[in-house]
Antibody
């Protein structure tokens, strides 16, 4: 059974940092591109970042470029998102997803709230 | 960025009837080398993550009822739900994964009439 589980969300003040983690099972993690996406309150889904299966290709949405860093550890089947200089408009449920051959496996999400 | 516009924003359909949701892309999401349209459809219920219904425009994800079907090519796509059931009440999103940023439509809210 495919499982994707995010963790690390919480309440943080503007300008603060958080590190999200995502552990995967039930599929070949090291052969999948991995993505972070988010959904703010009442908003549409937004793609945040992606990393290729071996970490050689990394891409970010313009709104997070220079502030967020995606990484992966294939031995641990874990994806990370280091989020720095957080802003109020980064408040959202953050989802991790693994993608291969058109199929995306999503996690349940973790809530990040940026507020003073 | 590729923009996806869904229509309508919301619709109400009677049980057992057909619901049709459209998704129009600002650029083609057809990749000529493999002749695939990089377009997916998701269903999202309140307080739940998106659920993949359709990928490569028309391939149903495992376990998705065959009442759900996808069609289209290039810039115009459609999700059709036949024989609408009460459990189909949700917000539906299209997504393109042809180019980054991988954008989503604004969502279509489906209700029972």
């Amino acid at each position: 059974e495919v499982q994707v589980v995010e963790s690390g969300g919480g309440l943080v003040q503007p300008g603060g940092s958080l590190r999200l983690s995502c552990t995967a099972s039930g599929f070949s993690f090291s052969t999948y591109w991995m993505h972070w996406l988010r959904q703010g309150p009442g908003e549409r889904l937004m793609w945040v970042s992606r990393i290729s299966y071996n970490g050689g290709i990394i891409t970010y949405a313009d709104s997070v470029k220079g502030r967020f860093t995606i990484s992966r550890d294939n031995a641990k089947k874990t994806l990370y998102l280091q989020m720095n200089s957080l802003r109020v408009d980064d408040t959202a449920v953050y989802y991790c997803a693994g993608a291969s051959n058109g199929r995306w496996h999503w996690g349940q999400g973790t809530l990040v709230t940026v507020s003073s | 960025d590729i923009m996806l516009i869904q229509s309508p924003d919301s619709l109400a359909v009677s049980l057992g009837e057909r619901a049709t949701i459209n998704c129009k892309s600002s650029q083609s999401v057809l990749y000529s080398l493999n002749n695939q349209n990089y377009l997916a459809w998701y269903q999202q219920k309140p307080r739940q993550p998106p659920k993949l219904l359709i990928y490569w425009t028309s391939i149903r994800e495992s376990g998705v009822p065959d009442r759900f079907s996808g069609s289209g090519s290039g810039t115009d796509f459609t999700l059709t739900i036949n024989n609408l059931q009460a459990e189909d009440v949700a917000v539906y999103y299209c997504q393109q994964y042809s180019a980054t940023p991988h954008t989503f439509g604004q969502g279509t809210k489906l209700e029972i009439k």
